[in-house]
């Protein structure tokens, strides 16, 4: 029996998060969703993964997994958009060797399927437009339907903003105590009069030496990884976590619920925001109500809005359509390699793509074009394909991460498709 994570056909609803990564791996919190799952199955399973065919080979290369393949064998297939709970993910896999679907409300969020159905229903994911998994392949198949309900503790990230709204709702803590169970030999602290609630307060980097850093876990967990640099004069107000690598620069303050992934530089004031890793943040500035790819580097004195004056619903404009967050603090959605210049400022319910360039005094648009060079104020050029990717391979360089063969074909399909 085999486990296969799938993006299913409403992935462009998750722009830009899932255009360099597939959408199980969009982070909330320590862990990505994919990662969140791998925890669960305990090496007992082989998975693999249901993606887009022109994702599928940058996929497979960055998770070491089979992707888009497929043996002849029992599976159990889970969407790679919803956080599972445990006990989801045990009541699914008890089913393994039946025909059933798990709905919730009209989507699909699981499948167990046996042998002979697995092989039709791949045949007829061969046959798709874009390789991801559609529930109208299911028509045709006489299973069982399970629906699922709020009680059965799930949720389901069907917009870049729905993981704010997750980590606002108090699930961060619950996310850092699935990691702390999961990564074993994360001390807690010991005491000190700057350290508060100390007994929450994890790390793998010593912090006992460090002076004038205050530590606040009063309102949740603070998880601190490996080999974290902490410059002196710094705040953290719990739920906060801090993976491998990252430096925090004097002076910053993060107010949970925070996620400053691995590798990550960052300065000035950060709130209610996750950094998915090498994001660079390096000087003063607000950045808030925020998701924040892979090295996104904001200038200095950057500012993201993340509430109207009127106190409103903050709308938001992904992929050209106005949608309604139903927030009233949302900040900026911004999409792998952009850059801001210094005092650049953010609309609220920002929407930026991938390698945009944003300058100049005033506001931006809401909507930021993939591979633009903006100027507040005036129409967007487009950026030159080969500069871009020179520039990321220098980025990604500094970081000591390389930039693959199959990375840049991903890169040079959206900008001839985008």
Avoid at 18 to 37: A, E, M, N, Q, T
Avoid at 168 to 183: D, F, H, I, T
Avoid at 258 to 268: F, N, Q, T
Avoid at 339 to 366: A, C, D, P, Q, V
Wanted: net charge positive; with cysteine; proline share 3%.
């Amino acid at each position: 029996m085999r486990i296969s994570v799938f993006e299913d056909n409403s992935f462009k609803n998750l722009y830009p998060l899932c255009l360099l990564r597939g959408v199980f791996d969009i982070k909330i919190g320590p862990y990505s969703l994919i990662d969140r799952i791998k925890t669960f199955t305990n090496k007992k399973f082989e998975l693999s993964l249901i993606c887009r065919n022109y994702i599928s080979d940058y996929l497979s290369e960055f998770h070491k997994l089979p992707a888009n393949k497929f043996s002849n064998d029992d599976y159990i297939l889970l969407n790679g958009k919803v956080v599972f709970s445990e006990k989801l993910f045990d009541t699914v896999i008890s089913n393994k060797g039946k025909d059933i679907i798990f709905y919730f409300k009209d989507e699909v969020i699981a499948v167990c399927i046996t042998k002979k159905n697995a092989a039709n229903l791949f045949s007829l994911l061969n046959n798709s437009e874009f390789m991801v998994f559609n529930s109208e392949f299911l028509s045709g198949f006489n299973f069982k339907k399970i629906y699922l309900t709020d009680k059965d503790d799930l949720r389901i990230i069907n917009f870049p903003w729905n993981v704010i709204e997750f980590i606002l709702e108090g699930r961060l803590n619950e996310e850092l105590n699935l990691y702390l169970k999961s990564v074993k030999k994360f001390p807690s602290v010991k005491k000190s009069r700057n350290f508060i609630n100390s007994k929450f307060i994890f790390s793998k980097t010593k912090l006992d030496l460090l002076q004038n850093i205050v530590l606040d876990a009063s309102s949740g967990s603070i998880v601190i990884s490996e080999n974290v640099e902490i410059e002196p004069f710094t705040f953290l107000k719990g739920p906060v976590f801090i993976g491998k690598n990252v430096k925090i620069k004097s002076g910053t303050k993060i107010y949970g619920p925070c996620v400053i992934g691995e590798s990550s530089r960052v300065a000035g004031e950060i709130a209610e925001s996750v950094f998915h890793s090498f994001v660079n943040k390096q000087h003063d500035g607000f950045t808030g109500h925020s998701y924040l790819c892979p090295f996104v580097n904001l200038g200095a004195d950057t500012v993201t809005s993340d509430l109207k004056n009127n106190y409103s619903e903050i709308s938001v404009t992904p992929n050209s359509v106005k949608i309604n967050s139903g927030m009233m603090f949302l900040g900026s959605i911004i999409g792998d390699h952009s850059k801001t210049s210094i005092n650049t400022m953010l609309n609220t319910g920002s929407i930026i793509g991938i390698f945009s360039n944003l300058f100049g005094s005033g506001f931006h648009e809401k909507s930021i074009s993939s591979f633009s060079w903006n100027e507040a104020g005036k129409p967007f050029a487009k950026y030159d394909l080969s500069k871009a990717i020179h520039t990321a391979e220098i980025v990604m360089k500094r970081r000591g991460v390389e930039l693959s063969k199959s990375y840049e074909k991903l890169i040079s399909y959206y900008f001839k498709e985008l």
